[in-house]
């Protein structure tokens, strides 16, 4: 259930339409392999064993869920999984849970919303990849990117909020390789349209070239 609620918050939603009062639970991403995941985890925890397939109006893969009891299930744990809210954040069973439920939850926002950045595709000096690279993600919610910081620091990793464009960086070697053997991309998750370098490779190999390029193996 941690990796449903995080994916929720991520990329995902928990909704009741004013239109036709509809409880809806979804999640929305181009990564088949977190589709498919996410589908597991509702057969597991809701026992629902088909959801509404469609795509939204940019063309990305969405699966729906319409129930009440999921609904009010969910809510539960947060007030709302709407980041545009100030009220949204991540919840007090995670935050103050398990390390397993901390890393699912980091592992989801990082599949979700993060990615690694080389600088110049390593085609820079190996000062200027170590300065620049690293790896990020994004929230509009400065609360969950606090949430999130304080979390990777349980981990030994420091990570910088950037509120001018609501992005978490993590770089430097002692973070980068923490987040690696800690945290990680899930397995077959590829970057998709975050870097002209990177586009369709996975994002583990991303963080493995990153290391690479930087001298850190």
Not at 53 to 70: F, L, M, Q, T
Not at 88 to 114: N, T, W
Not at 135 to 153: M, P
Request: with cysteine.
């Amino acid at each position: 259930k941690a990796r449903i609620i995080s994916h929720c918050l991520f990329d995902g939603s928990v909704n009741l339409t004013e239109s036709n009062k509809m409880y809806e639970i979804s999640y929305c991403n181009k990564n088949d392999v977190l589709i498919n995941q996410f589908k597991e985890d509702i057969i597991n925890v809701y026992g629902f064993k088909k959801g509404n397939e469609k795509r939204n109006n940019k063309g990305i893969p969405v699966i729906a869920y319409r129930s009440k009891d999921a609904y009010l299930d969910l809510l539960r744990y947060t007030p709302t999984y709407s980041t545009k809210n100030p009220k949204c954040k991540i919840p007090s069973e995670i935050i103050d849970g398990k390390d397993e439920y901390k890393i699912i939850l980091l592992k989801a926002f990082f599949d979700d919303e993060g990615w690694c950045y080389i600088y110049k595709g390593g085609k820079s000096t190996l000062s200027g990849i170590r300065k620049n690279s690293g790896i990020f993600g994004a929230s509009i919610s400065s609360t969950i990117r606090r949430q999130i910081i304080s979390l990777l620091k349980e981990f030994g990793i420091n990570a910088i909020d950037r509120p001018q464009d609501g992005k978490i960086m993590i770089r430097g070697k002692i973070n980068v390789i923490n987040f690696m053997n800690l945290i990680n991309f899930t397995k077959s998750v590829k970057a998709q349209g975050d870097s002209k370098y990177w586009n369709g490779t996975e994002k583990r190999e991303v963080l493995n070239k990153l290391i690479e390029f930087a001298g850190w193996k």
